[in-house]
């Protein structure tokens, strides 16, 4: 009996069979696809036809493998959704949360509507613009038209999870992300909602990650040939997922989970809602049993998958020659604030950091390996910037950090993050995301006793790489230059 988890991420998707015997976690990727946004006129749209088909793609795999499949769980990226109108179906492919539509709507939500620290001490969560809030508040002033024929509101995984079930209903870890829910009421924040230009009987009831939501559909069950098998809401909210796959023994721990985005932080058991949270932009979104994601969106490899995107254009360029033009280029010739807005996504990456690098009087680089060793080592220090602050905020200092997730493959990351952080850095697992998936399914059928045991077996199961600081006085200083730079406090004066 194995469980079936679709971790699917803002580039790609895959299928993962697995189960647990002593301690040991035993996986297999059967099923791996793209997914790719498809822009159509001004609008950036996610081909959530497509992704469902990979999904059934997946579970036919598992069931002509022969196997005995005791239960699906999905997980995506949060805050994007799709609306459904009267009759049940999908009214118009959802909108990626890169789209411009929102391009400055969240700072005139907050001028004209509620204030940001109202928005704060009511859901705990970081202010991003395309928060769910911000992405309806768009809607609603561009008078789309399915606001007015929708009945449901689902975030992905709910529409997907609906896909296969015909059940609607969102769940919690997600449900947080969207700046619309208040986990202190554990409701819907009605205020909020109808100051976003819709009703509150669009959203569904949310339900606590690990809940059995129902069983593949009739249809389905015939056309993939298969017995009815249960669907269950994992930790639905990807970084959810990867937070619950952290191989971390002890119960304070610091994180990042490294992919498109990195997210780092740490667990905690109640949301941290207070002055310097607010003032540094941290979020509290929802955990696994019980537990709160203190952390902070960093914009992450982003920034290079998108040059690398541009650079493709010429020729195809291999990572690992990359990352060797990397290594031979220059150490700190220019810094980035990765999580300046204007990275979320510029026309043409590269330009737009020669722009940066232009408009802060610093040295504009020329060559992709340049580019690559600067964006990479303001990842690092960008890092560090976001420790120091988490250690404050969780009040406890941190023995060193859990990287986890496909950007760990990284080597060059992970070896600058622990020279910038002057801290230890354990790597691994790759698979985070799938791995907190799987777990939360072992957990449901009672395999896996709870959090604790959870991340016993994934430690167990995990080659971890271990990296440790190294040229720390230089690092230290370069971290310094970097605050200047991207005009931030350093933590001394
Ligand atoms: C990472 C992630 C992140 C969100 C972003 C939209 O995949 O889920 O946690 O902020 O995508």
């Known amino acids: 009996m194995s469980v079936l988890a679709f971790d699917i991420g803002a580039g790609s998707g895959r299928a993962i069979l697995a189960d647990v015997q002593d301690y040991r976690l035993h996986m297999k990727e059967i099923h791996r696809f793209d997914n790719t946004p498809v822009q159509i006129r001004k609008r950036l749209h996610w081909d959530v036809y497509r992704l469902f088909h990979e999904i059934k793609q997946g579970i036919w795999k598992a069931v002509q493998a022969g196997e005995n499949v005791e239960a699906i769980a999905i997980d995506t990226w949060a805050v994007d959704f799709g609306l459904l109108g009267k009759d049940g179906e999908l009214l118009r492919a959802p909108y990626h949360y890169r789209d411009h539509h929102t391009d400055g709507v969240m700072e005139e939500f907050q001028k004209s509507k509620i204030s940001r620290r109202d928005i704060f001490e009511k859901t705990g969560i970081q202010f991003l613009p395309f928060n769910t809030i911000y992405q309806l508040e768009a809607m609603s002033r561009a008078e789309s038209p399915i606001l007015n024929e929708a009945v449901d509101l689902l975030l992905m995984p709910d529409l997907l999870r609906y896909f296969l079930t015909g059940e609607k209903k969102t769940e919690f870890t997600n449900a947080t992300t969207t700046q619309l829910f208040n986990p202190k009421s554990m409701e819907w924040d009605r205020e909020l909602v109808e100051a976003a230009g819709v009703s509150t009987d669009l959203f569904q009831e949310v339900v606590t990650p690990g809940t059995v939501i129902g069983e593949l559909s009739v249809e389905l069950c015939e056309e993939l040939d298969t017995e009815p098998i249960p669907v269950i809401a994992a930790g639905e909210h990807d970084t959810a997922s990867a937070v619950a796959g952290i191989p971390a023994l002890d119960q304070n721990f610091a994180y990042v989970s490294c992919g498109t985005w990195s997210l780092m932080g740490t667990e905690v058991e109640d949301a941290v809602i207070n002055e310097k949270a607010f003032e540094w932009n941290f979020t509290n979104e929802g955990g696994v049993n019980d537990t709160f994601r203190l952390l902070k969106n960093i914009m992450g490899l982003w920034i290079l998958e998108e040059c690398r995107r541009i650079w493709e254009f010429d020729e195809k360029v291999d990572y690992g020659k990359l990352l060797e033009e990397a290594e031979a280029a220059p150490a700190f010739a220019f810094f980035i604030d990765p999580d300046d807005f204007r990275f979320l996504n510029p026309a043409h990456m590269p330009n737009e950091i020669k722009a940066y690098c232009n408009d802060t009087n610093q040295y504009v680089p020329r ?58 850095v354990w790597a691994g697992p790759v698979e985070g995301s799938a791995i907190g998936n799987v777990m939360l399914q072992l957990m449901a059928s009672g395999k896996v006793e709870n959090l604790a045991d959870a991340r016993m077996v994934t430690f167990k199961s995990t080659e971890m790489a271990f990296y440790f600081p190294e040229e720390e006085d230089t690092w230290h200083r370069a971290y310094k230059t970097f605050c200047d730079t991207i005009g931030v406090n350093n933590g001394e004066d």
């Open 367 to 424: 060559t992709r390996g340049e580019i690559t060793r600067g964006v990479l080592e303001s990842l690092a220090l960008k890092y560090r910037y976001v420790f120091e602050r988490t250690q404050y905020l969780a009040g406890t200092p941190f023995y060193g950090l859990h990287m986890v997730g496909g950007g760990i493959q990284n080597e060059m990351l992970c070896r600058f993050t622990s020279n910038a952080l002057g801290k230890p």
